[in-house]
């Protein structure tokens, strides 16, 4: 039986990968990274001993609070230092159906790399330098490895999140980031995103206690908000709206266009002529629950028109919690606003429900905006509803009462998701529990109690996880107003 070396477990992480996950830090580093904020995970063969089982038997704990995402991280120490153990545990989580992720900094044997890519989703990738004298400087190891590491995640399907440490005085300059982009562009078309982690001495007190020396205590912590402002950089030079190459571009029927035109908040007062001219232009694309349509951090210079499905506006919260703000249906419009102001986006959007989008480019929306400017008007007073809209969400988030907030949640669904069955509204919901309870500010297990005792009320009942039929729409909004 093959055994790992444990240096800790944490069992409801938020960092370490997408969702919920149960994070295994093995012990391990072949590195000396000189801001090391576990040197005590750096020590090759000791550790708690652990088993393959045991991992399995830890995380089907869990498993319910994983949702759509949410899996199980590797992380360390370097995971790949374990290779044996680490592509065991892999394979068998894989088969049980875990999300997998390995939180690595690509140094280990790489005899082993393609197999461990193979059954990984997910890989956050720690670079801590641009060339190898940068490595040896940081790490006090070449690169040599990391390249090997970075060619087979090339000829992989695993997604990558990249992580980079900002030291000040080291790496905390445009002339590094553009670096660092050139750096990760053999891999660019797999990359989700780029983290700028700022440097801290939060493990200061480790080396004195292991009896080490900390070679970075007269170098001041990173600023958070410059390091920010670096990974705006970074995510907007290197993203090029990869997002939107993923999404597969369709030709559809002419007369499917001119319905979607002719029903857009956006296109329904204008001429038949306009319609068909302005739709020449768009690009009709389809998405898949899951996709992100953009990011925090990619340049607002498209405008989305949902013509059917349903997109999410979200952000992700200090603690790494899920915000959603809004939900986009059939007919409305994404980004105006943004491209009138000429930003980056703050939030994300991410299809909850399959369906189709037109996708407006920023150069053709301006010489369109010119010959229609009723249109601007429109997005405006959009613009205006909306805000009314995020002050209704501030007020449910600030409402003391759960039942309130679950309440107003189930009556503001009715238009989007409610469908009349007698004297009952049938809700089908494309959107999971934590989605639900993001919108108001509840946990996944809250929102579920919560729901469980208007059933018992008789108030509604629970068809499935996304169906939901209110028998008493008066006496939820009873209690919303209360």
């Known amino acids: 039986m093959i055994k790992g070396r444990l240096h800790s477990i944490q069992t409801m992480g938020l960092l370490d990968g997408p969702g919920v996950r149960t994070v295994f830090f093995l012990q391990g580093c072949p590195l000396r990274c000189i801001y090391c904020h576990n040197p005590d995970s750096q020590r090759i063969g000791c550790g708690e001993e ?184 970074v995510n907007r030079v290197s993203g090029k709206f990869k997002r939107m190459e993923k999404m597969k571009k369709e030709v559809f029927d002419q007369v499917l266009v001119d319905k979607w035109m002719s029903e857009s908040h956006l296109f329904k007062n204008l001429t038949k002529d306009e319609r068909t001219n302005i739709s020449k232009l768009i690009e009709f694309r389809r998405m898949n629950r899951g996709e992100l349509i953009f990011k925090s951090f990619d340049r607002a210079d498209r405008l989305f028109m949902v013509c059917n499905g349903k997109i999410k506006i979200y952000e992700n919260t200090l603690d790494g919690k899920e915000q959603i703000m809004y939900i986009y249906s059939e007919r409305e419009f994404i980004g105006g606003l943004n491209l009138l102001r000429d930003t980056d986006y703050i939030y994300n959007g991410e299809c909850i429900e399959p369906g189709v989008i037109g996708v407006i480019r920023k150069e053709v929306f301006d010489t369109f905006l010119k010959d229609n400017p009723e249109v601007l008007l429109r997005i405006l007073k959009m613009s205006f509803e909306r805000i009314r809209l995020a002050e209704d969400m501030i007020r449910r988030l600030t409402t003391t009462s759960t039942d309130v907030k679950v309440a107003a949640l189930l009556l503001k669904m009715i238009p989007e998701f409610g469908h009349p069955s007698g004297s009952s509204i049938i809700l089908h919901l494309s959107m999971t529990r934590e989605e639900l309870g993001s919108l108001v500010g509840l946990t996944r297990e809250t929102i579920t109690r919560k729901l469980g005792e208007l059933k018992d009320q008789g108030i509604i009942e629970l068809e499935s996880n996304k169906t939901i039929i209110i028998h008493d729409a008066n006496k939820l909004r009873e209690i919303s107003e209360a």
């Open 50 to 233: 652990i088993t393959v089982e045991d991992v399995l038997n830890t995380v089907k704990k869990y498993r319910p609070y994983y949702g759509n995402e949410g899996g199980v991280t590797f992380s360390g120490g370097e995971p790949l230092n374990q290779p044996e153990f680490l592509l065991e545990a892999l394979k068998t989580l894989k088969r049980e159906g875990f999300n997998t992720c390995i939180d690595t900094s690509g140094f280990g044997p790489p005899e082993y790399f393609e197999e461990i890519l193979k059954y990984s989703d997910t890989v956050l990738l720690d670079i801590k330098s641009f060339s190898n004298t940068g490595y040896l400087e940081i790490a006090g190891v070449g690169n040599g490895i990391f390249n090997k590491f970075i060619k087979t995640v090339k000829n992989s399907s695993v997604s990558v999140i990249i992580r980079h440490v900002m030291v000040p005085g080291y790496t905390d300059n445009k002339s590094s980031m553009d670096k660092l982009i050139n750096y990760i562009s053999p891999i660019i078309k797999q990359v989700e995103r780029v983290e700028i982690l700022p440097f801290h001495k939060m493990g200061e007190e480790k080396y004195t206690e292991l009896g080490l020396n900390y070679t970075l205590t007269d170098v001041p912590e990173m600023d958070k908000t410059r390091a920010l402002g670096f990974e705006y950089y």
